[in-house]
């Protein structure tokens, strides 16, 4: 492989990501958390689109939403760790220049399709508990389709920019990516032009449109807990404050290291690389391993229907 740190070029046919820098020398023992975090993934996810499926009585709306949730879950895990793993296991640091494009393009979607269905979730937690009598006919079947292509068109178009504006920097300083996956910034920063439309346009993302859905999200839990608060059972109380406490966590889980990653780019100069790396790595992997857990093993339903699977004569 030859060196590319001085090499001029427009557009590099490949780059090369660097893993957790600092931290090569612990790639393996590293590997070992991310690759048993993967297969969490993969079989929570796997396991709720199939009991939902299976099980009728599951075909309403809350689960719907958690089995686009799953999906989307799986795509990210998927589009980062296979190539993480390669570059820990077999130094396999190579990636070409569309891939690296279409990396960006998927995690970034994706992750924005994620904090969309949050919002979506937590809607459809404030119609149940806030005014559980007109849920069915708020949240009817069309309504979901809709509220879920909703979603994706977002996603899909606000983040189509960042892909076709990575295309169109000149990288001639180096083609070394000190990330272990294709983040956006990560990326443009590599260029010898000025960034500031990439830069501007991922900033307005964070501030306006997933600004936008922590409000709504916040807004919904808030009347979610005062509607909590006034039921007229302790146990009552108990119950559903214990259900939506650990969504909370999930939520938190997923927005706190991606708002600590946004920050670092910009501010965060005197953080150490690698501990900002693995902070990026755990946001695209410890959601997607939690939320099957929180979501569908602790939700009465899908656990009694995962006992009735096991313990199936």
């Known amino acids: 492989m030859s060196d590319s740190n001085t090499t001029d070029f427009t557009n590099p046919s490949t780059f090369i990501l660097l893993g957790v820098p600092g931290l090569e020398a612990a790639h393996v023992w590293i590997s070992i958390p991310f690759c048993a975090?993967?297969?969490?993934?993969?079989?929570?996810?796997?396991?709720i689109l199939f009991i939902v499926n299976m099980e009728l009585s599951?075909?309403?709306p809350m689960y719907d939403f958690l089995c686009m949730l799953a999906v989307t879950d799986l795509v990210i895990s998927t589009s980062v760790v296979p190539k993480m793993l390669s570059i820990f296991w077999f130094n396999s640091r190579e990636i070409d220049f569309s891939a690296c494009l279409t990396q960006m393009y998927v995690i970034h979607c994706f992750t924005l399709m994620e904090s969309g269905i949050f919002v979506a979730m937590a809607f459809d937690r404030f119609v149940a508990i806030?005014?559980?009598l007109?849920?069915?006919?708020?949240?009817?079947?069309?309504?979901?389709?809709?509220?879920?292509?909703?979603?994706?068109?977002?996603s899909s178009i606000l983040v189509l920019p960042y892909p076709f504006l990575a295309r169109r920097w000149p990288y001639?300083?180096?083609?070394?990516?000190?990330?272990?996956?294709?983040?956006?910034?990560a990326m443009v920063k590599l260029a010898c032009a000025d960034i500031r439309i990439s830069s501007y346009y991922s900033l307005s993302m964070a501030l306006l449109v997933t600004g936008l859905d922590v409000f709504f999200i916040a807004v919904s839990y808030t009347q979610i807990l005062r509607a909590i608060f006034s039921l007229p059972t302790k146990d009552a109380r108990l119950k559903t404050l214990g259900t939506c406490s650990s969504h909370l966590f999930v939520i938190l889980a997923f927005y706190i290291p991606g708002l600590f990653s946004f920050i670092t780019h910009r501010f965060g100069h005197n953080v150490p690389l690698h501990f900002h790396i693995l902070m990026a790595n755990e946001y695209l992997l410890v959601p997607p391993m939690l939320n099957p857990i929180i979501y569908g093993v602790r939700t009465k339903q899908i656990r009694d229907r995962l006992l009735r699977l096991f313990t199936y004569k």
Do not use: Q, W
């Open 37 to 47: 975090m993967y297969v969490i993934v993969i079989l929570g996810n796997f396991t």
């Open 58 to 60: 599951l075909h309403v």
């Open 130 to 132: 806030c005014d559980p």
């Open 134 to 154: 007109r849920h069915s006919s708020i949240l009817t079947n069309p309504m979901v389709g809709k509220i879920g292509l909703a979603v994706v068109l977002r």
């Open 172 to 185: 001639c300083r180096t083609n070394i990516i000190h990330h272990s996956y294709c983040e956006h910034m």
